[in-house]
């Protein structure tokens, strides 16, 4: 990779911190953009090898400050859920407006924004019809239209964008994929329709490697990505098989 500084938000978070691995396992410099009460266990490994930039995606002004010296940003930060869905807009849209603004504000010296969505922001799709990226979005939940706001706002960007959509991300320092194995020591199987409903799953080190490979590749520019394995499986067939290796 040619010579660059990465601002990365998020980091401190499951998938964030995966992407900061990534990053560093290519000793590519990288300015973590961190609020001050943000726990920093998962990059406590990484903590003498980065530069730390106050600031928040809900501060302008510390965005401006974070993005001196940048070359490229990726966009982890945002939240999954929240108590009032107009939290879920508040960071997944105008945070991430805020970046984009910041970014704007520097007249063409960041050369490249990748965003992190979700495929909630495609909506539901089935194996007999996957979800492709030139579909029109069709979200169900408030968290996937506030992901796909957020990439509304990236695609106002003066600079080049490629949007990532991940499905459910799973793999070390995951606690969401925890509460399942959990329930599953309780036995209890939490699955939905029979368990016949089919997931797709994304392994976070491959999301990571996928977000740092989009960086350069010229190909991707302007592009939405669904992210995910290769493998559909069923709820059923997924709490069966965390059954069968808790044994």
């Keep these: 990779l040619p010579a660059m500084k990465i601002l990365l938000t998020g980091a401190t978070g ?3 911190s995966h992407v900061l691995d990534s990053l560093r396992s290519r000793h590519i410099p990288v300015a973590v953009l961190l609020r001050p009460s943000s726990s ?3 990059i406590e490994h990484r903590l003498g090898e980065i530069e730390l930039r106050g600031g928040s995606i809900r501060d302008p002004a510390s965005l401006d400050r974070a993005l001196e010296d940048v070359s490229h940003v990726i966009h982890c930060a945002g939240l999954t859920k929240a108590v009032r869905s107009e939290e879920l807009y508040t960071t997944n849209q105008m945070g991430t407006r805020n970046v984009v603004e910041a970014i704007n504000k520097k007249s063409g010296r960041i050369e490249r924004l990748i965003y992190i ?5 495609a909506g539901p799709a089935g194996p007999e019809s996957p979800a492709q990226e030139t579909a029109p979005p069709r979200p169900v939940s408030e968290y996937g239209r506030s992901k796909l706001a957020g990439e509304a706002e990236v695609k106002d960007s003066q600079t080049e964008w490629v949007i990532l959509r991940p499905p459910a991300v799973y793999g070390p320092r995951d606690t969401e994929f925890l509460r399942v194995f959990k329930a599953i020591r309780a036995h209890l199987l939490p699955y939905f329709d ?3 409903q089919a997931l797709s799953f994304a392994y976070v080190k491959d999301l990571a490697s996928a977000c740092v490979e989009c960086l350069t590749h010229p190909a991707a520019a302007g592009r939405v990505y669904n992210v995910a394995g290769d493998e559909v499986v069923t709820a059923r067939t997924l709490a069966e098989m965390i059954a069968g290796l808790m044994k």
Excluded at 117 to 121: I, N
């Design 40 to 42: 920093r266990r998962l």
């Design 194 to 196: 029979r368990g016949s």
């Design 14 to 16: 499951f998938v964030g």
């Design 117 to 121: 969505s979700s495929l909630a922001a």
